[in-house]
């Protein structure tokens, strides 16, 4: 008789396992003083050779992972626990890397296509053959069009200071490719950030253990900080209250002391209301303002003229709960808010942020251990020496050449019109995508494919995976995963720099994203550059060549990071108690020029993305977010054993909507704008708002079980953020229908 | 009857937040067909004073102090070692499934590469040689331990009740810790 495990726990079950049990003797039988039973074989795996390796996907954990080898096969991972942030695991991904790396579909050797783009034709070529056959038409290329007229598309497909810039980057210099404008993840708040505090930067977060009262702001741990919730609990453990801002119902905002679901990019109103509050209750720091601050009596003016009434019609957010999170706040005697990623990609995302941080200063929640604000911190990698890295200066005219912003790479790809930040460019004729996969993580993705496809572009595809990119390559060459090469990594959460040994062997023809590009510079007469003839190790000591304080108050070399395998960078600390803000005034600036100069209101804008959209697309009745989920990074896990299953073609909506249209769990929906549609699998739940739904970021069409031409980005926007030239794919909206 | 250490999974719930690490740390220490799974994780939509919330259970065998499935057993595959954990010898099981239908908390089931029952064996061998089973390990929010039952249920936070998990006549030997209201 089979018990449901449900109905048992909800106590009904009781008698009917006495009933199933009736005759036997309950107890232990077979008692036995033997281990039997147990596996030892399995344990056979977590023996050999160790080597550290820094994870490189696009997280802000950074993990410093270790991995055994077994005549040169990797056979097992575990975190590093020496280092603090780690302790003995890896993130639910990272604990399939070696399935990641031994994955069955893996591409292995160089192909190129044996019919038209797209069709998934293929024949299988030689190394010399790929080379010879990719600077050919590179060559005629530069003949007829121009150097400028070759772009390189790559992101955070391998995030190592080698595999992400130092290795490629010294090819598209030393060949004078058009620029790509990096700037998909962070930088609207960058500059919202920065024009109130002059930093992005912020406190260690190891001291969050410190804190009264933290504060996850557009944050979901769970999916891209998971090693930090453990110091999170460690403050609570303490007496710590745990607040969190969010549309979506996180993990961590099941478990907050409060929680406040603004309806998205709502968030300035929201912290207009919580100062609004802290200003009427005096829960501000006086001393503080007076101290570091300019334009309080402009913020207290800009208080005024917002309403209650408004913030609650906006935000969606009951006043009530909103003074209650403002009255623990505001009591608390240190604060610290980490502010995610996601929430700043919208047309709004520089506005939002500076008035996150705006609601820090009138608190006076900087400069000491457990409070501070933090978002970004790259004291490590932003101290490295990317110019000389990357050979910036082997570049022939870096000056005067075009740019083109990948978020836009649709724009710049457009078969007739191609555009760059909104002004007419030269035609792009090749593109060479490595670390990246444009067609699946770009918005606006069916217009990415239509680039793509274009008869005339040339599309050169490093990769290890048939990706939604490669399967519309002219050629296809094999990169290694970041395990079959030497690294090091950065971090952007804690201040380590690691290293990154190489783990393995490159598997079957596969070249690393160094090799690939000093061949082919050969191939393209580039190779007697002295920057194109060096080896691992000076790409790293290029980098490590550097005076920043980060490195050099703290003493760090190369062959410390070798020998000690990651080290800590030098940090002012307590952060910002100095009180010297890298602002204009060298104090906060409540009131900014720098936001004036943008076109936007000096102390606080109130600018939302719909004011921005398009009517056919503002109509539309439901906002959608697209953030990450725990068991994907980017587009990166959708093929790997373990992990693959876990679902990623789904979308939440609130109960609510789903009763009003009928639909049920597992149903199957279409999400439609004017830019495409996909068909994903309902997920009906609180977790999101009424008037918003919310589908995992970068997912594949090609993986897609609903709709083979359906992915997420097929409906996300590519126009910018308001300040930064971030991505703004939050700022969409979409209609949905059962199907 | 009674055995003096015993030893049993200590869950934090309150913690936990349903990232699936320890699911598949298990698959990868035990070598499991890829949708067969020792542990998993559930999510509970829980009722509160102001809206709903998410609460996880983490959960695999439970190592009951009276195991259905070891009464059930026709060919006496399993046993209970003298620190409470009940394992599974695979060898002697012929693939009849009473244990799968008698288990109150789905721990059992039949694999479908060899026809034969598997469960979690607390990983055994990694205990015996004083290291943590792999779903502890590989916990990123260190939220699932190991501890010796008697000592942790002695501590007022500790208890068989979590949502979605309660104490049974089987004895089931999970404990949860709940620190805070």
Known sequence: ?739 | MSVNHKVGFVFRQENCVGCQACTVACQIHNELPENHRFRKVDRYEVEHKDGSKDVWLSHSCMHCENPACLMVCPTKAYHTREDGIVVLDREKCDGCGLCTEACPYSAVSIREDDGKADKCNMCVELLDRGMQPACVSGCPVECLKTGNLNETLKKPSASKEGIGYTDSITKPNMVIIKERA
Not at chain 1, 203 to 222: F, L
Not at chain 1, 658 to 672: H, M, P, S, V, Y
């Open chain 1, 1 to 739: 008789m089979k018990i449901d495990r449900r109905a048992f726990l909800q106590g009904v079950g009781a008698t009917s396992v006495v009933g199933t049990l009736s005759g036997l003797v309950p107890g232990v039988a077979n008692a036995s003083t033997a281990p039997r039973g147990g596996a030892p074989e399995k344990l056979l795996k977590r023996e050999g050779e160790i080597k550290y390796h820094t994870c490189q996907r696009n997280c802000a954990d950074r993990c410093l992972l270790k991995f055994t080898v077994q005549n040169g096969r990797m056979t097992y991972v575990e975190g590093a626990s020496e280092l603090k942030k780690m302790g003995t695991a890896p993130c639910v991904k990272g604990t399939a890397y070696v399935q990641y790396t031994y994955a069955a579909d893996r591409i292995l050797h160089p192909m190129e296509r044996a019919g038209k783009k797209g069709e998934g034709k293929w024949r299988r070529i030689t190394w010399d053959d790929a080379y010879k056959k990719i600077s050919d038409k590179l060559k005629s290329i530069i003949k007829e069009h121009g150097a400028d007229s070759i772009l390189p598309y790559s992101y955070s497909g391998h995030e190592g200071v080698i595999g992400k810039y130092g290795g490629p980057s010294r090819f598209f210099n030393a060949i004078g490719s058009r620029k790509l404008d990096r700037k998909v993840c962070v930088f609207a708040a960058y500059e919202g950030l920065t024009a109130t505090t002059g930093t992005y930067q912020g406190p260690d977060p190891y001291d969050n253990i410190h804190t009264n009262c933290y504060i996850a702001w557009g944050q979901n741990e769970t999916a891209t900080n998971v090693h930090g919730i453990k110091f999170i609990n460690q403050a609570r453990d303490k007496g710590a209250k745990l607040l969190v801002v969010n549309p979506m119902r996180t993990p961590i905002a099941s478990q907050a002391d409060i929680w406040l679901q603004p309806i998205p990019s709502t968030d300035t109103h929201l912290a207009t209301g919580i100062m609004k509050y802290l200003v009427e209750k005096d829960l501000v720091d006086h001393e503080f303002i007076k101290k570091n601050t300019i334009g309080y009596d402009e913020l207290l003016k800009r208080l005024d003229e917002m309403s209650y009434d408004e913030i609650e019609k906006v935000t969606g957010v009951p006043r009530q709960k909103m003074f209650e999170f403002a009255k623990v706040y505001g009591e608390s005697e240190l604060s610290v808010i980490r502010l995610g990623y996601g929430m700043q990609r919208n047309y709004n995302g520089a506005r939002m942020s500076r008035a996150i941080s705006m609601m820090h200063a009138i608190a006076g929640q900087f400069g000491k251990i457990g409070n501070g604000f933090i978002y970004d911190n790259t004291q490590a990698d932003d101290s490295l020496n990317y110019s000389k890295g990357r050979a910036d200066h082997i570049h022939p005219n870096p000056d005067t050449v075009g740019h083109v912003n990948m978020t836009e790479i649709a724009k710049a790809l457009h078969p007739t019109n191609p555009t760059a930040y909104g002004k007419p460019i030269k035609p792009i004729k090749a593109v060479i995508n490595y670390n990246g996969n444009f067609v699946a993580v770009a918005p606006d993705s069916n217009a990415c494919r239509r680039g793509a496809m274009r008869d005339d572009l040339f599309l050169v595809v490093h990769d290890f995976l048939m990706t939604d990119t490669a399967e519309l390559a002219d050629i296809i060459v094999p990169s290694t995963t970041q395990f079959e090469m030497p690294d090091m990594g950065t971090d952007y959460n804690w201040y380590h720099m690691q290293t990154s040994e190489k783990v393995i062997e490159p598997l079957g023809e596969s070249k690393d994203n160094w090799i690939f590009f000093k061949e082919l510079g050969q191939h393209m007469g580039v190779g007697h550059h002295p920057e194109m003839q060096v080896d691992y190790e000076q790409i790293l000591r290029d980098f490590l060549d550097t005076d920043m304080p980060a490195f050099k108050n703290a003493g760090i070399t190369y062959d410390q990071i070798i020998k000690e395998k990651f080290v800590t960078v030098w940090e002012e600390k307590p952060y910002l108690a100095s009180g010297k803000f890298k602002t204009p005034s060298g104090k906060i600036e409540l009131w900014s020029q720098k936001m004036k100069d943008a076109g936007y209101h000096p102390v606080i804008d109130f600018g939302l993305p719909e004011d921005e959209m398009i009517p056919e697309e503002k109509s539309l009745p439901f906002r959608m977010i697209s953030p990450a989920i725990p068991q994907r990074a980017n587009s990166a896990f959708y093929n790997v054993k373990y992990i693959r299953n876990f679902p990623a073609y789904m979308v939440k909506l609130n109960t609510d909507d789903a009763k009003r249209l009928g639909i049920k769990n597992n149903d199957r929906i279409k999400l439609k704008n004017q830019r495409g549609e996909a068909v994903f699998t309902a997920q009906v739940s609180g977790q999101v708002p009424v008037g918003t739904v919310m589908t995992p970021k970068n997912n594949w069409r090609r993986m897609n079980p609903n709709d083979p031409d359906g992915s997420t980005n097929v409906l996300t926007t590519d126009k910018l953020t308001d300040m930064g030239g971030c991505s703004a794919y939050h700022s969409t909206r979409v209609d949905i229908t059962k199907v």
